[in-house]
């Protein structure tokens, strides 16, 4: 599970992000919802590591990412898999092979970078086009392959990162769909940033409301619903 932990980002003297504090437990998807300024993506960056927070921590099981050296970061950064809002792939790679390049970069071996692929290939859905290239994919399909490469290190934190901005309603509920799925099959905790609050409606668990850098709701999904 992911703890966050008085979080506070500034540049010079910008807060970006002000106390922000929430956990997301195994099993559980979280959604970070809120307008454009809000600190979405700044919030996504201080989670996967890119950036360093100014102050406060992020906790993924037990263990204070932001008080690690940069060399022992490298090795944390595996438990947390980031899907990114247009998947990122490599255009001359075929799914397959976008989805091996974390294991190649870790030095697994071969055969078990394949067992492995395979295996992810067949839990996003996507066995038979191993071999397409991006460009030969639906945008949904390519978000699969991004989803796939993100487990690929078998994190425990999968971080969404507006992965479902620009995709179709019935793209969308497909990818939902297949969080969730991974939510109870891996038991993954999910961070879900979006400023999408249909989608919230229809993936989350738990729920923050950021603006201004500031969590200005939060609580479960359903009693959230029921309050106003
Ligand atoms: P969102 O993803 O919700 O649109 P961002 O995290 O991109 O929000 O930005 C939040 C606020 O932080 C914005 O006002 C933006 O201008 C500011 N900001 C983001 N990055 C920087 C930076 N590197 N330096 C200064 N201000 C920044
Ligand atoms: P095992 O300990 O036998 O691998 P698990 O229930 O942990 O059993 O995993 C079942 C399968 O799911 C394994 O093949 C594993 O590779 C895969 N798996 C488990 N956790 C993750 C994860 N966080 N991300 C991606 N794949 C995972």
């Known amino acids: 599970m992911i ?6 980002k500034a540049y010079g003297d910008t807060v970006v992000l002000d106390g922000l504090n929430f956990g997301v437990d195994s099993g559980e998807i979280f959604a970070v919802v809120g307008p454009s300024g809000a600190g979405k993506s700044t919030l996504a960056q201080c989670i996967n590591l890119l950036e360093r927070p100014t102050s406060g921590s992020v906790v993924v099981n037990g263990e204070d990412l932001t008080r690690l050296s940069h060399k022992q970061l490298r090795v944390a950064r595996r438990r947390i ?4 809002q247009s998947s990122s792939l490599l255009s001359r790679r075929t799914a397959a092979e976008n989805i091996a390049l974390p294991l190649e970069y870790l030095g697994v071996t071969k055969g078990e970078a394949t067992r492995r692929v395979q295996e992810l290939l067949d839990r996003v859905g996507l066995t038979e086009r191993a071999d397409a290239y991006p460009f030969q994919l639906s945008g949904g399909q390519r978000q699969r392959v991004g989803i796939a490469r ?4 078998r994190p425990a934190v999968l971080l969404s990162d507006e992965a479902t901005s620009g995709l179709d309603p019935h793209t969308t509920s497909s990818v939902v769909s297949l969080l969730r799925e991974l939510r109870d099959d891996l038991n993954l905790a999910i961070v879900f940033i979006t400023h999408e609050m249909n989608t919230v409606l229809e993936i989350a668990d738990s729920v923050a ?3 201004r850098g500031r969590i200005v709701e939060s609580g479960r999904l359903v009693d959230l619903l ?3």
């Open 81 to 84: 898999g980031t899907v990114f």
């Open 3 to 8: 703890e966050v932990n008085d979080l506070t």
């Open 226 to 228: 029921t309050d106003h």
């Open 209 to 211: 409301r950021l603006d």
């Open 150 to 153: 993100a487990l690929a290190l």
